[in-house]
């Protein structure tokens, strides 16, 4: 479930998923992320349990494949 004013896609491929998220408001948000977490393609840093958007910040998160 997205928090309202953030767009949430995710792209699943062979060996990984991929989570894109675009915060359209103009306050910083915090995405709950369920799972294991996983690396954050921006900074190259892990995340697990939530992610910080900056006011109309993007992210792209790569998390193990979901399952279908």
Known sequence: QAP???DLLWRD???ASFLFMVNRT????????EGPGGL????GT????????DAHGVD???VPTRAR
Not at 27 to 33: A, C, K, Q
Not at 46 to 53: E, K, M, S, T
């Open 4 to 6: 309202s004013g953030v």
């Open 26 to 33: 103009d306050e910083d948000i915090t995405v709950p992320l």
């Open 13 to 15: 491929g062979s060996s």
């Open 40 to 43: 954050d393609l921006l900074s």
């Open 60 to 62: 792209v998160v790569r």
């Open 46 to 53: 892990p995340v697990a349990g939530r992610v910080r958007l």
